[in-house]
């Protein structure tokens, strides 16, 4: 009992593969236009993120001390043992809120 066209798809043009294609023409003027209109919205975005980027205020300190023989904090030595350390620095110029602080750990892995 075989039926024929019974395991064929759909007739649609997407099953098919007869989807009409965007097929541009790359004329110069065309292109040109269109890098340049790139250019326009990218330029000033891009003079934004470095204005931006300008105003981060980055300090830093290293408090480990750790070749140091006067140390400020003998983190990872005995000199700070059982004692508070109190870091002092000066900040180049004036930073709107909110201000944000990071620090770094080198070195140490959480798994092991």
Request: glycine content about 4%; hydrophobic content about 45%; some cysteine.
């Given at each position: 009992?075989v039926?024929?066209?019974?395991?064929?798809p759909?007739?649609?043009?997407l099953r098919?593969q007869?989807?009409?294609?965007?097929?541009?023409?790359?004329?110069?003027t065309?292109?040109i236009a269109?890098l340049?209109?790139?250019?326009?919205?990218?330029i000033?975005?891009?003079?934004?993120?470095?204005?931006?980027s300008?105003?981060?205020?980055?300090?830093?300190?290293q408090?480990?001390a750790?070749?140091?023989?006067a140390?400020?904090?003998?983190?990872?030595?005995?000199a700070?043992?059982?004692?508070?350390?109190?870091?002092?620095?000066?900040v180049p110029r004036?930073?709107?809120p909110?201000?944000?602080v990071?620090?770094?750990?080198?070195?140490f892995y959480?798994?092991?």
């Amino acid at each position: 009992d075989v039926v024929p066209g019974a395991n064929r798809p759909p007739d649609l043009a997407l099953r098919q593969q007869r989807l009409k294609a965007w097929k541009p023409i790359l004329d110069p003027t065309w292109v040109i236009a269109a890098l340049l209109i790139i250019a326009a919205i990218f330029i000033p975005v891009a003079f934004k993120l470095n204005a931006m980027s300008n105003e981060i205020v980055e300090i830093r300190q290293q408090y480990d001390a750790y070749d140091d023989p006067a140390p400020l904090c003998g983190i990872n030595t005995t000199a700070n043992a059982g004692r508070r350390c109190t870091l002092e620095f000066t900040v180049p110029r004036d930073m709107d809120p909110p201000v944000l602080v990071h620090y770094v750990i080198s070195g140490f892995y959480q798994n092991q």
